[in-house]
């Protein structure tokens, strides 16, 4: 979804292109349009709109970069969990949209935000309450600049916080996994399959390779004189081994253990006492990581919307600023609002150029449908038109 924001001089022939542009736009469907209100903002002096012309651009490209890096941590975050959880997460107005496409409520709820910046651009109010008109425009500028700073400071502390508690959970989950031979034992292992306060009596855990469960269940009662007979059982197997246990007198362990190494049997050594305090921190760190995910997307939702609008504040003072340098004072302009259609991009731009090359023809003199490359032109205005034109892409992160 994208919107062109332009402006053009209140001189009679520009009011006349601007009607006529209404018209053939409306008739031929080649885009929606409408008015922006632009509020009357402090002027200032020529060298200061000068250099805030070159600041607003880079206030432009920051805060446009940082909601992305918002909305795309949101969506990476999210993405992450489903069912019930994911509809608490999505809570409020999202709910209504989630049961009409319950297969894919994350995919739903950007849609339904996209909405909802949709209409807030073509709907938009100047702020007065966070960005006082009163104030001369580079503290404007600087109140959004220091605004945005705040949020991608505190962007990159909270989603390294949460990665490196995802990445601790990660680690356990790895150890869980893969190879019985290097595998945590914690889940396979349950208190019943040992034995337990006994004086003389242990358990010991064994990992036997696949092709020798037949050696083993004729070798492990002879490993020593003090093994418990038919005490083993198998606990779990892979592809290449299976767990066994066997129980015998704690003073034969070092002998079961050599006898057992020479026939290529592994001892897995095992705590009980260590292992459930290992249950016990998966258990809190998966706790800790559903309720940081529940404030983090919380804190992501509401700091998406309020860049969101930091950045169309910006795009609103670019074009007062670059409407004052070109078409001078006293402050006489209007900002037109147009959604082109995706198949009519093209065209429009032409039907822009012709309508309005009288006041610069030097713009388009050389391809009507473009307009002339400038190199450090900054974010969102590449090219030079005769006309001044911002582009506002509301294209978030696709969860599918």
């Not at 209100?37 to 709109?49: A, R, S």
């Not at 700073?149 to 990159?156: C, N």
């Not at 066997?246 to 362990?253: A, P, Q």
């Not at 998406?304 to 910006?314: K, L, R």
Request: proline share 4%; aromatic share 8%; hydrophobic share 40%.
């Amino acid at each position: 979804m994208e919107f062109w924001l332009i402006s053009v001089p209140l001189d009679k022939i520009s009011c006349q292109s601007v009607e006529k542009l209404k018209r053939v736009a409306a008739k031929n469907g080649q885009s929606a349009s409408s008015r922006m209100h632009i509020p009357e903002l402090k002027v200032g002096t020529l060298d200061v709109l000068l250099g805030l012309s070159d600041d607003l651009s880079r206030l432009d490209s920051f805060t446009e970069g940082v909601m992305r890096q918002t909305s795309q941590c949101l969506a990476e975050v999210m993405d992450e969990f489903s069912g019930k959880l994911l509809e608490s997460l999505l809570a409020g107005g999202e709910h209504r949209t989630l049961q009409k496409d319950p297969k894919s409520p994350l995919k739903s709820y950007f849609q339904t935000v996209q909405v909802d910046l949709a209409t807030y651009v073509t709907r938009f109010q100047w702020d007065r309450a966070k960005y006082p008109t009163a104030q001369p425009l580079k503290t404007l500028a600087d109140i959004i600049s220091k605004q945005v700073s705040q949020v991608d400071t505190e962007l990159k502390s909270r989603r390294a916080s949460y990665s490196h508690l995802k990445a601790s959970i990660q680690s356990y989950e790895r150890k869980s996994e893969g190879s019985l031979q290097n595998r945590l034992l914690t889940n396979i292992v349950k208190k019943e399959d040992l034995v337990l306060n006994s004086e003389y009596l242990t358990t010991l855990i064994v990992l036997v390779p696949r092709t020798e469960y037949v050696l083993w269940q004729k070798t492990y009662e002879s490993m020593s004189k003090f093994v418990v007979p038919r005490s083993s059982r198998k606990l779990a197997e892979d592809a290449e081994a299976g767990v066994f246990t066997v129980t015998l007198f704690k003073s034969v362990i070092a002998e079961f253990k050599a006898n057992a190494k020479k026939h290529k049997f592994t001892v897995r050594e095992y705590n009980l006492e260590e292992a459930e305090k290992q249950k016990q921190k998966i258990g809190r760190l998966a706790l800790d990581k559903k309720e940081l995910c529940r404030t983090f997307v919380c804190w992501l939702k509401v700091n998406f919307s309020e860049t969101f609008v930091a950045w169309i504040h910006v795009k609103v003072l670019r074009t007062f600023v670059e409407s004052v340098l070109r078409y001078g004072l006293p402050v006489s302009f209007q900002a037109i609002l147009l959604q082109p259609g995706k198949k009519n991009v093209k065209h429009l731009k032409q039907q822009l150029n012709s309508l309005f090359k009288h006041l610069d023809p030097a713009a388009i003199s050389t391809k009507p449908e473009m307009g002339l490359d400038i190199p450090d032109g900054g974010a969102g205005q590449q090219e030079y038109y005769s006309y001044i034109c911002y582009p506002i892409k509301i294209n978030l992160v696709d969860p599918s």
